[in-house]
């Protein structure tokens, strides 16, 4: 699997947080930092919006140190959650699977 591929599925490559992060792009973050508390009901500040790929080396998006979804899947010694067999019934990953087109087929199912 793609190490682009976020736990959740996200796809770290196109995804705008990481762009912004590549470009150093404030005006991106803005953009994406008011979407993602829209789309996810959560205050997200710009300066959240740094991130290289959850599943590689670098910055992390705020969120990742909280992120129930990156803390369930290496507890469990998962690559993604594409491995676990609970995946269609996890209400930790069900708004990502929802929400972000393509998720659940980049974990494989």
């Not at 762009?19 to 789309?39: G, P, Y």
């Not at 959560?42 to 991130?51: F, G, L, Q, T, V």
């Not at 599943?55 to 140190?65: D, L, P």
């Amino acid at each position: 699997m793609n190490l682009f591929t976020a736990y959740c599925g996200i796809d770290c490559e196109t995804c705008d947080a990481r762009i912004a992060t590549i470009k150093d792009d404030n005006n991106l973050r803005e953009e994406v930092a008011k979407k993602w508390s829209v789309m996810f009901q959560a205050e997200i500040p710009i300066e959240a919006i740094n991130c290289t790929g959850c599943r590689v080396e670098g910055v992390k998006f705020h969120h990742c140190s909280s992120c129930e979804i990156l803390k369930c899947a290496q507890s469990k010694g998962f690559n993604t959650c594409g491995n676990c067999p609970e995946l269609d019934s996890c209400p930790t990953i069900s708004q990502i699977l929802e929400h972000v087109p393509g998720a659940r087929e980049r974990l494989g199912r």
